[in-house]
T-cell receptor
Framework: DAGVTQSPTHLIKTRGQQVTLRCSPK?????VSWYQQALGQGPQFIFQ???????QRGNFPDRFSGHQFPNYSSELNVNALLLGDSALYLC????????????FGPGTRLLVL | EDQVTQSPEALRLQEGESSSLNCSYT??????LFWYRQDPGKGPEFLFT???AGEEKEKERLKATLTKKESFLHITAPKPEDSATYLC??????????FGKGTSLLVTP
């Protein structure tokens, strides 16, 4: 049973560029959440997608956007990259209810130069 | 506003030396308290979910407990392979998980 997968594993971009990160949820899961983790910090919630809609958003600017596809996979897009966007981006999948356990993927390490 | 505070920030143990990690939380409407283990550069690995005060769960050398204000992760007779960062998170009336900063555990032979 495949767990949560993410691609790419690593990415280097320049300030001002745009990036797209991808996530496939664990088999049987229909909900995808995205988190940003800076070095030495806990993950910070960006947003969650369910039924192809963003249903909750954390304290992140509009430069961060996402999409969920009919097969439940998801993308995270970040426009106009800043140096401070350098972080580990984590995707988590779960069932749709409140309080459901979220299972994380391996993450995408983004470095903005 | 929800708050999750983990202590200590770092802990060094000798192999076999049992100890506990603390997670104190303030949340409006707890929908679950979650423990994860994270190895350097990798995604968090799920350990336990606790839903109500008094609940306990065990897995190998780890045991998690929950009260109305805090949770403990007890590590019994740890081994070097237990070295990792342990993250605590709470779920509230929404869908987000609110994480603490983690406790970095090092177990030496």
């Amino acid at each position: 049973d495949a767990g949560v997968t993410q691609s790419p594993t690593h990415l280097i971009k320049t300030r001002g560029q745009q990036v797209t990160l991808r996530c496939s949820p664990k088999s049987g899961h229909d909900t995808v959440s995205w988190y940003q983790q800076a070095l030495g910090q806990g993950p910070q919630f960006i947003f969650q997608y369910y039924e192809e809609e963003e249903r909750q958003r954390g304290n992140f600017p509009d430069r961060f956007s996402g999409h969920q596809f009919p097969n439940y996979s998801s993308e995270l897009n970040v426009n106009a990259l800043l140096l401070g966007d350098s972080a580990l981006y984590l995707c988590a999948s779960s069932l749709q209810g409140q309080g459901e356990t979220q299972y994380f993927g391996p993450g995408t390490r983004l470095l903005v130069l | 506003e929800d708050q999750v505070t983990q202590s200590p920030e770092a802990l060094r143990l000798q192999e076999g030396e049992s100890s506990s990690l603390n997670c104190s939380y303030t949340v409006s409407g707890l929908r679950g308290l979650f423990w994860y283990r994270q190895d350097p550069g990798k995604g968090p690995e799920f350990l336990f979910t606790l839903y109500s005060a008094g609940e306990e769960k065990e897995k190998e050398r780890l045991k998690a407990t929950l009260t109305k204000k805090e949770s403990f992760l007890h590590i019994t007779a740890p081994k070097p392979e237990d070295s990792a960062t342990y993250l605590c998170a709470v779920g509230n009336s929404g869908y987000a998980l609110n994480f603490g900063k983690g406790t970095s555990l090092l177990v030496t032979p």
